[in-house]
Antibody, heavy 125, light 113 residues
Framework: QVQLVESGGGVVQPGRSLRLSCAAS????????MHWVRQAPGKGLEWVAV????????YYADSVKGRFTISRDNSKNTLYLQMNSQRAEDTAVYYC??????????????????WGQGTLVTVSS | DIVMTQSPDSLAVSLGERATINCKSS????????????LAWFQQKPGQPPKLLIY???TRESGVPDRFSGSGSGTDFTLTISSLQAEDVAVYYC?????????FGQGTKLEIK
């Protein structure tokens, strides 16, 4: 079955950097786009970024554009999120999620269908 | 960008009764070439990641009980739980995936009355 395990969270000072990782297993990682979605304490879900199956296409939320970089290493079945110039408002649980991909009818779906347990990032001095 | 708005923000329903959650998109998420609505529903229980319940606005994900159903088209959508069970207590989110950013609604907290 699909397994996604995030790591790399912790406490970081404002303005500093942190890199999150997401180790994937149980599916052909190189065939699916992958998302990062975050959730601030007690708040709703906020989509952060998505990367295509081959890493050539990347899209970001306006709130992180220019500061965060999504990437992947298909040889290691691992997704990354490089977070620079961190702000207090970046404090959240960060989830990686696998896109649903192309179904049996041939239609592509960007929406996530499997999620990791999340890793907590706290931006504080 | 498409904005998703859910109503109500919270809802209390008696066990065995029907629960209805609404979701409205600021633009249509119906793709005319395939007649599919690019709208999903997620359930998030406390301390857990979200779980995909419904995609294409009305198709249940494998393993999701049939008391969960989705309906609607274009800009107005509904998630219905036909007979509320205790394990359905959660926050429910809609998400459009018609275009990026694939925005979520603000969530609806469902509780037992």
């Amino acid at each position: 079955q699909v397994q996604l395990v995030e790591s790399g969270g912790g406490v970081v000072q404002p303005g500093r950097s942190l890199r999150l990782s997401c180790a994937a297993s149980g599916f052909t990682f190189s065939s699916y786009g992958m998302h990062w979605v975050r959730q601030a304490p007690g708040k709703g879900l906020e989509w952060v970024a998505v990367i295509s199956f081959d890493g050539t296409k990347k899209y970001y939320a306006d709130s992180v554009k220019g500061r965060f970089t999504i990437s992947r290493d298909n040889s290691k079945n691992t997704l990354y999120l490089q977070m620079n110039s961190q702000r207090a408002e970046d404090t959240a649980v960060y989830y990686c999620a696998k896109e649903r991909g192309t179904d049996s009818s041939g239609y592509y779906q960007l929406t996530p269908d499997s999620w990791g347990q999340g890793t907590l990032v706290t931006v504080s001095s | 960008d498409i904005v998703m708005t859910q109503s109500p923000d919270s809802l209390a329903v008696s066990l065995g009764e029907r629960a209805t959650i609404n979701c409205k998109s600021s633009q249509s998420v119906l793709y005319s070439s395939n007649n599919k609505n690019y709208l999903a529903w997620f359930q998030q229980k406390p301390g857990q990641p979200p779980k995909l319940l419904i995609y294409w606005a009305s198709t249940r994900e494998s393993g999701v009980p049939d008391r969960f159903s989705g309906s609607g088209s274009g800009t107005d959508f509904t998630l219905t739980i036909s007979s509320l069970q205790a394990e359905d207590v959660a926050v429910y989110y809609c998400q459009q995936y018609f275009s990026t950013p694939p925005a979520f609604g603000q969530g609806t907290k469902l509780e037992i009355k």
